[in-house]
């Protein structure tokens, strides 16, 4: 174990933690300046930001694969596919539910429920549909990048307010008196000081980690399915859980719900354009992958309904799926002996359980509805 490995791991826990404190510093602000609330900043400003490290990924493998360099059977645009399904499981079950379970419980704004989460499940199913010939081309990225724009110019559209009205669940956090004392470029330096430290602390934890995983005999295969996997969405978990922790509940669910769905129009779309050949779509990503990131985020609807409220021991269990997914590709790519009986576990205890703990919850949140109505 390398001295160098270490001080990647520092400065990576260090970058992450001091570059979700400037971005949620920075979001908050900026959300109270504009007038719009931190939810929509959350869905836009700061989803956008986080996904960053995933766009660089995917654009950078489309560019390199089309390149002289490319061997014979480089498929460029591959990666794009696994790191947005990776990514998207991982806002979801890791991102939130770590942040509920250590944050508190997180509070989910109506318009997340009624309008974001089902886009999040309609632009799943769409990409879906689209690798159903196991290749999204480049016609199917400009449709993904326009729907994108369209939601983005809609939701600033709808959600502006009076830029001197500073929203209400920003009143702790943000000390109104003082707001126009500090100039705007200072809060915007935050933000993309922020970003910049988040994606330099993602990459520098991830390549100390691997360093440390192979001194320690763990196989590239299962590194490049836990660590590499978690490390493009640290981003998203600092900053969730951050904002959980400074009381910024809101907008910890719209960075996390909002990068899905920059991953899904933004980071695909993109690729999808500029990618010389079509993006090829694995069969098993058609079979298992997006279909579990498909669960996962309608999942997020009974869930999110019960109270508008995210609670600790639901986030406990988002973690504890994330675990147990994270278990079933270890176990799957290593070819285990135990892989079949994980599976049998999987498929009849977990998935059932799961089932009946978003029915029942959804029966709590319609019960609970129509005695407050």
């Given at each position: 174990?390398?001295?160098?490995?270490?001080?990647?791991?520092?400065?990576?826990?260090?970058?992450?933690?001091?570059?979700?404190?400037?971005?949620?510093?920075?979001?908050?602000?900026?959300?109270?300046?504009?007038?719009?609330?931190?939810?929509?900043?959350?869905?836009?400003?700061?989803?956008?930001?986080?996904?960053?490290?995933?766009?660089?990924?995917?654009?950078?493998?489309?560019?390199?694969?089309?390149?002289?360099?490319?061997?014979?059977?480089?498929?460029?645009?591959?990666?794009?596919?696994?790191?947005?399904?990776?990514?998207?499981?991982?806002?979801?079950?890791?991102?939130?539910?770590?942040?509920?379970?250590?944050?508190?419980?997180?509070?989910?704004?109506?318009?997340?429920?009624?309008?974001?989460?089902?886009?999040?499940?309609g632009a799943s199913v769409l990409v879906?549909?689209?690798?159903?010939?196991?290749?999204?081309?480049?016609?199917?990225?400009?449709?993904?990048?326009?729907?994108?724009?369209?939601?983005?110019?809609?939701?600033?559209?709808?959600?502006?307010?009076?830029?001197?009205?500073?929203?209400?669940?920003?009143?702790?956090?943000?000390?109104?008196?003082?707001?126009h004392e500090i100039p705007v470029r200072?809060?915007?330096?935050?933000?993309?000081?922020?970003?910049?430290?988040?994606?330099?602390?993602?990459?520098?934890?991830?390549?100390?980690?691997?360093?440390?995983?192979?001194?320690?005999?763990?196989?590239?295969?299962?590194?490049?399915?836990?660590?590499?996997?978690?490390?493009?969405?640290?981003?998203?978990?600092?900053?969730?859980?951050?904002?959980?922790?400074?009381?910024?509940?809101?907008?910890?669910?719209?960075?996390?719900?909002?990068?899905?769905?920059?991953?899904?129009?933004?980071?695909?779309?993109?690729?999808?354009?500029?990618?010389?050949?079509?993006?090829?779509?694995?069969?098993?990503?058609?079979?298992?992958?997006?279909?579990?990131?498909?669960?996962?985020?309608?999942?997020?609807?009974?869930?999110?309904?019960?109270?508008?409220?995210?609670?600790?021991?639901?986030?406990?269990?988002?973690?504890?799926?994330?675990?147990?997914?994270?278990?079933?590709?270890?176990?799957?790519?290593?070819?285990?002996?135990?892989?079949?009986?994980?599976?049998?576990?999987?498929?009849?205890?977990?998935?059932?359980?799961?089932?009946?703990t978003m029915v029942v919850t959804g029966?709590?949140?319609?019960?609970?509805?129509?005695?407050?109505?």
């Open positions: 174990m390398s001295v160098l490995s270490i001080v990647l791991l520092v400065v990576g826990i260090a970058g992450l933690v001091i570059g979700a404190e400037g971005l949620v510093r920075g979001a908050a602000r900026l959300a109270a300046r504009t007038g719009m609330s931190s939810v929509v900043i959350g869905l836009t400003v700061v989803a956008f930001g986080t996904s960053a490290p995933e766009l660089a990924v995917s654009i950078g493998d489309v560019l390199r694969g089309s390149g002289a360099e490319a061997g014979p059977d480089s498929q460029p645009g591959a990666l794009a596919v696994g790191n947005v399904v990776g990514s998207n499981i991982a806002n979801i079950l890791l991102a939130l539910g770590v942040s509920a379970a250590i944050g508190g419980s997180l509070v989910v704004a109506r318009r997340i429920v009624r309008i974001d989460v089902p886009i999040m499940i879906l549909v689209m690798a159903l010939d196991e290749q999204i081309g480049r016609i199917e990225g400009f449709v993904l990048v326009g729907a994108l724009v369209v939601y983005l110019v809609w939701t600033v559209t709808t959600a502006r307010r009076r830029p001197e009205t500073v929203p209400d669940e920003l009143a702790d956090v943000v000390d109104a008196d003082t707001l200072v809060d915007v330096g935050y933000l993309l000081a922020g970003l910049v430290l988040l994606v330099i602390g993602s990459q520098a934890l991830v390549a100390g980690a691997t360093d440390i995983a192979r001194d320690l005999g763990v196989s590239d295969l299962v590194i490049g399915l836990t660590v590499v996997a978690i490390g493009t969405s640290l981003p998203e978990v600092a900053t969730s859980v951050l904002a959980a922790l400074r009381g910024e509940r809101d907008l910890a669910v719209g960075n996390a719900i909002g990068s899905n769905l920059f991953n899904l129009l933004a980071v695909l779309g993109v690729t999808a354009s500029v990618a010389p050949d079509a993006i090829p779509i694995a069969e098993s990503s058609i079979q298992v992958d997006l279909p579990v990131m498909i669960v996962v985020a309608v999942a997020c609807l009974p869930i999110f309904a019960n109270g508008q409220v995210l609670k600790r021991w639901e986030g406990a269990l988002f973690f504890l799926l994330y675990a147990a997914y994270i278990a079933w590709l270890v176990l799957d790519a290593a070819e285990s002996d135990f892989s079949d009986q994980y599976n049998n576990v999987m498929l009849f205890f977990v998935v059932p359980l799961l089932a009946v029966l709590q949140s319609r019960s609970a509805s129509k005695s407050s109505g």
